[in-house]
């Protein structure tokens, strides 16, 4: 395939995919050696393209090219990306995963500036119009409760699905506020296959919590030692699961569906 800006298809997956994983835009665009507006244009223009190769009928060799490169981001112009270097973008931004801001307008993200936008970026707009919302509060505890009702669901089923890139362990350090209520969040937009698995991991963080409640693990001359160690690594294993399930159903794909089906509620 041809060239968009300079940019292969190849290495428009790999930077998408680490843009998802928590790598900073700004270093997407200098490996690409681009700015941001040319990004923007060139990302708008391969999702085009790909609209394209699926209506030309070549819908499974194209997603098997696309998984492939999926599972490996840090190669062709990103073979010196190393999963430290994202983790520590991704902790520098809060665990949260960047995304590209575009400029949304005055008012705030209206419906007819939604609909003139790809489906795809949705998501992304719909997490940026929220976090400065957010942005008005001193506290985002605060903040939260002034948002509306799926506007809120929103933000905790999203903060589930960014978090998870690096598990179960990161999703409850930085987003454990929502254990209580993303069962029912998950139920709601259908997600049943992944309420299955968040119960379970719900469980086991629950009792890892009691288990080590009188123990001062900075003490602790060996994470081994940890009293709830066992059912740390069950937990571990549920990060597994978890990742099977999104091979074959992404939440994103569920939360984008609830979001169409409730479109008013998300604009301003």
């Given amino acids: 395939m041809e060239k968009i800006n300079n940019i292969s298809f190849e290495d428009w997956v790999c930077a998408n995919e680490l843009l998802n994983k928590g790598l900073h835009p700004q270093k997407i665009f200098d490996v690409l050696e681009v700015d941001k507006a040319t990004w923007l244009e060139t990302d708008k223009k391969w999702h085009k393209k790909l609209d394209e190769i699926i209506e030309s009928g070549d819908r499974e060799g194209f997603f098997l090219k696309k998984y492939d490169i999926q ?11 190393t999963e430290k270097e994202i983790v520590t973008d991704l902790q520098a931004n809060g665990g949260i995963r960047y995304f590209i801001e575009k400029d949304l307008p005055k008012e705030g993200l209206t419906l007819a500036f939604l609909k003139e936008q790809d489906e795809d970026e949705w998501i992304d707009l719909i997490d940026q119009n929220i976090s400065h919302k957010l942005e008005n509060f001193e506290d985002k505890e605060t903040g939260l409760q002034t948002l509306k009702t799926a506007e809120y669901l929103f933000y905790s089923v999203n903060a589930l699905e960014t978090s998870m890139s690096w598990g179960f362990d990161s999703y409850y350090e930085l987003y454990d506020e929502f254990i209580d209520e993303i069962e029912q969040h998950l139920e709601i937009i259908g997600a049943k296959k992944h309420l299955k698995i968040v119960k379970k991991a719900n469980n086991l963080y629950k009792k890892i919590q009691a288990m080590d409640a009188d123990v001062n693990l900075d003490e602790l001359d060996d994470e081994d030692l940890r009293p709830s160690n066992d059912l740390g690594i069950e937990l571990e294993e549920l990060n597994d699961e978890y990742y099977d399930l999104e091979d074959t159903k992404p939440l ?5 569906k609830y ?10």
């Avoid at 994103?252 to 984008?256: N, R, T």
């Fill in 259 to 268: 979001v169409k089906k409730n479109v008013k509620a998300f604009v301003n």
């Fill in 71 to 81: 599972k490996n981001p840090m190669s062709y112009r990103f073979a010196h990306i």
């Fill in 252 to 256: 994103k794909d569920l939360l984008l």
